[in-house]
């Protein structure tokens, strides 16, 4: 079985973790739905994620309703 739909909403994800899951999408070529609402990923979690996504081609959704983007962790 592959994974293709991930939802990780309400996991108290930081800019730690959405690097992680940046780092994660750049090898992935599986998923193609991601959401990360409620959780605490910042400008700079949104940016590793966007910057992932260059080399990400599966993933159609990313979901980031209520993750504080707006935020930067300067």
């Not at 990780?8 to 992680?20: D, K, Q, W």
């Not at 400008?43 to 080399?55: E, K, Q, S």
Request: aromatic share 6%.
């Amino acid at each position: 079985n592959t994974l293709t739909d991930l939802d990780l909403a309400v996991n108290s994800i930081t800019i730690s973790g959405a690097r992680a899951i940046g780092t994660a999408l750049v090898s992935n070529s599986t998923l193609s739905t991601l959401s990360l609402t409620y959780n605490w990923i910042e400008a700079d979690g949104a940016l590793a994620i966007f910057t992932a996504l260059a080399a990400n081609t599966s993933l159609k959704t990313l979901v980031l309703r209520y993750t504080d983007i707006r935020r930067s962790a300067e």
